[in-house]
């Protein structure tokens, strides 16, 4: 029988007193926190996984960063004006503000273009994406939703990995994620429908057999898909972990790649859906 080494063993014991801790906490405050409250919680989470993204893709603008982290971070109040301009408006604003401050950079015109579409991409990737979720707060049954998407995303990871660890022979794609296999992909999906189905039964009867399966496997590959993306640019940045915030589990984006993808989908899903 094969024993893991002690790191491994350490690390597994730090994920788990760190997802035991976190967890109840979050569920609390997305159950007793008002709209806004939460929308507070966005903008944090928003902040620090901005500065996450800049460390690794511009380690060596890291005032640019911070100026920038915090500006893309404060766009996501924007939702609460109830005008689909102002978030346009604010978005427009970022890009052009940012796009000069490289205009005028005379003495690093070489690294201008690149540098500029990584911040520009920074703001997309992060604040606009993660900005979903509270547009998904303040829709009706915008608690349950939040909660299904968690349930969604938590029992795929987890059926990924025991199902990956156990059958997994291929490689999904190994030059991204190496450990990857195909059959833990597809069990990732079947926990996320059985976690989809469990949801149904505890906390949102309002969904439909077929809002549970639709949900799970949209979900579902789009969080693996989130999954895989952060693999990509930690990859190419040659770092590990997005951040060490969380011992045992790496950064914020470490955390949330899979929701900033699947957020998105379960928000158009149920605002064009079922409203």
């Known amino acids: 029988m094969r024993r893991d080494p002690p790191h491994v063993k350490e690390c ?17 405050f997305t159950l007793k926190a008002t709209a806004f409250q939460f929308s507070l919680l966005i903008f944090l989470i928003a902040l620090a996984g901005l500065d996450e ?26 939702v609460f004006s109830g005008n689909p301009i102002v978030p346009l408006m604010t978005f427009t604003a970022l890009v052009l503000g940012f796009a000069l401050i490289a205009l005028f950079r005379l003495k690093e015109i070489p690294q201008a273009a690149a540098d500029s579409a990584l911040v520009l991409m ?9 900005s979903h979720l509270i547009m998904i707060r ?21 059926a990924a990995y025991y199902v990956g660890s ?11 994620s190496p450990k990857k296999s195909v059959e833990g992909s597809l069990g990732g999906l079947a926990g996320s429908v059985a976690g989809a ?13 077929f809002d549970c399966v639709a949900t799970a496997l949209v979900l579902g590959v789009l969080g693996q898909l989130g999954d895989l993306f952060e693999s990509l640019i930690k990859r190419s940045c040659g770092v590990k972990d997005s951040g ?19 957020g998105p989908a379960a928000f158009y899903y149920a605002y064009f859906l079922l409203r």
């Open 12 to 28: 597994a014991i730090q994920r788990l007193i760190t997802a035991a801790i976190l967890l109840p906490l979050v569920i609390l």
């Open 53 to 78: 993204f800049y460390r690794m893709t511009l380690p060596t603008r890291r005032g640019e960063g911070r100026i920038a982290a915090v500006a893309g971070a404060c766009a996501v109040f924007t």
């Open 122 to 130: 920074g703001f997309l990737y992060v604040p606009f994406l993660l």
């Open 138 to 158: 303040m829709l009706p049954h915008g608690i349950p939703w939040l909660f299904l998407i968690m349930v969604i995303v938590m029992t795929g990871d987890s």
């Open 166 to 176: 156990a059958f997994g022979k291929t490689k999904l794609y190994p030059a991204v």
């Open 197 to 209: 189905f469990v949801a149904k039964a505890i906390f949102f009867p309002e969904l439909t057999p």
């Open 244 to 262: 060490v915030i969380f011992p045992g589990h790496g950064g914020i984006l470490d955390r949330l790649d899979s929701i900033l993808f699947a």
